[in-house]
């Protein structure tokens, strides 16, 4: 079992900056892929970005790209997502995920974090 705590969401204007957490406990060995998803008002879960935890790969959203930055930390067993630039349409609840599959499927990560709010005003 997985355990998977995010935090860092807030209210932020447009062009500002958030940093998002995911702290992982558990049998963090077995899940070498570390996901955030956001899911905004009305709209389906969309993949953001993804890391592996050992080696360097990253994948982003070509929505996010240049903008958001995923990193990890193995000893603290965190994942962080900074966000600059913020838009609107960034606006959602996001997501972070374990899981060993394909990065951009949300369903092959087993497990879950409760999601943080995200909120861009102009």
């Known amino acids: 079992q997985v355990h998977l705590v995010e935090s860092g969401g807030g209210l932020v204007q447009a062009g500002g900056s958030l940093r998002l957490s995911c702290t992982a406990s558990?049998?963090?060995?077995?899940?070498?892929?570390m996901g955030w998803f956001r899911q905004a008002p009305g709209k389906e879960r969309e993949f953001v970005a993804a890391i592996r935890w050992s080696g360097s790969s990253t994948y982003y959203a070509d929505s996010v790209k240049g903008r958001f930055t995923i990193s990890r930390d193995n000893a603290k067993n965190t994942v962080y997502l900074q966000m600059n630039s913020l838009k609107l349409e960034d606006t959602a609840v996001y997501y972070c995920?374990?899981?060993?599959?394909?990065?951009?499927?949300?369903?092959?990560?087993?497990?879950w974090g409760q999601g943080t709010q995200v909120t861009v005003s102009s």
């Open positions: 995920a374990a899981g060993e599959g394909y990065y951009r499927n949300q369903y092959e990560y087993p497990y």
């Open positions: 558990g049998r963090t060995f077995s899940n070498s892929l």
